[in-house]
């Protein structure tokens, strides 16, 4: 099962752009990058997923460089609300059931 | 709208007392998953189910049991032989268990056991 390492915590100013860098060295060929994002009292909620290369949506981008031994989450100009924890998680390898384990994530604290 | 629904927010158990976490699901999601989240930690893996009437354990599942009769049920329970069950309790589903399809968590029940 692939491991994951994130920083435990960064801080930013609202309107600046984070980046968070996740470190999977075992990642499996056939394994996806997923990022969630938890408030405190909530459940983690989706942001994006991808396996290669550049991934963009609404809200974030997810940069995976060709070796897919890390990947970077990238959040555009960052707003007090956006002070969460972010968790990187490796997707399972089909042959090893289906064991979704969770790092400690990056706790972000966006400052005024 | 469709979504996991946990119930109830917060419960309260003496010692000693087995409890019963709920987690239903209107997603029509094939696999189900029970976390626990202790105060500024990550989420461990107790329990998941790829499919009905199956079930494996994850990282932490002594002191746990669960049941999947029903798909859109995965009810989580807590005996006494677990050791510090005062905890943050997450349930979540994803479409199948072995495609990397994006987990939907529910808000969470937080157990405290005096």
């Known amino acids: 099962l692939a491991k994951t390492t994130q920083p435990i915590s960064m801080d930013s100013y609202e309107g600046q752009e984070v980046n968070i860098t996740c470190s999977h060295n075992?990642?499996?060929?056939?394994?996806?990058i997923t990022w969630y994002q938890q408030f405190p009292s909530q459940g983690p909620r989706f942001i994006i997923q991808g396996y290669k290369t550049k991934v963009t949506n609404e809200v974030a981008s997810l940069f995976i460089p060709a070796d897919r031994k890390s990947s970077t989450l990238s959040l555009p100009r960052v707003s007090l609300s956006d002070t969460a924890v972010y968790y990187c998680?490796?997707?399972?390898?089909?042959?090893?059931?289906?064991?979704?384990?969770f790092g400690g994530g990056t706790r972000l604290m966006v400052k005024p | 709208d469709g979504g996991i629904t946990q119930s109830p927010k917060y419960l309260f158990r003496k010692e000693g007392q087995n409890v019963t976490l709920s987690c239903e699901q209107n997603l029509n999601h094939d696999a189900m998953y029970w976390y626990r989240q202790d105060p500024g930690q990550g989420l461990r893996l107790i329990y998941y189910?790829?499919?009905?009437?199956?079930?494996q354990k994850g990282d932490i599942a002594e002191g746990y049991s669960v049941s999947r009769e029903k798909k859109e049920s995965f009810p989580l329970t807590v005996t006494s032989a677990q050791k510090n069950p005062t905890a943050f309790y997450l349930c979540?589903?994803?479409?199948?268990?072995?495609?990397?399809?994006?987990?939907?968590f529910g808000n969470g029940t937080r157990l405290t056991v005096t």
């Open positions: 998680l490796v997707g399972p390898r089909s042959d090893a059931g289906n064991m979704l384990t």
């Open positions: 979540a589903s994803s479409r199948t268990g072995g495609d990397n399809s994006p987990l939907h």
């Open positions: 189910s790829q499919i009905v009437n199956d079930f």
């Open positions: 075992n990642i499996a060929t056939n394994d996806y």
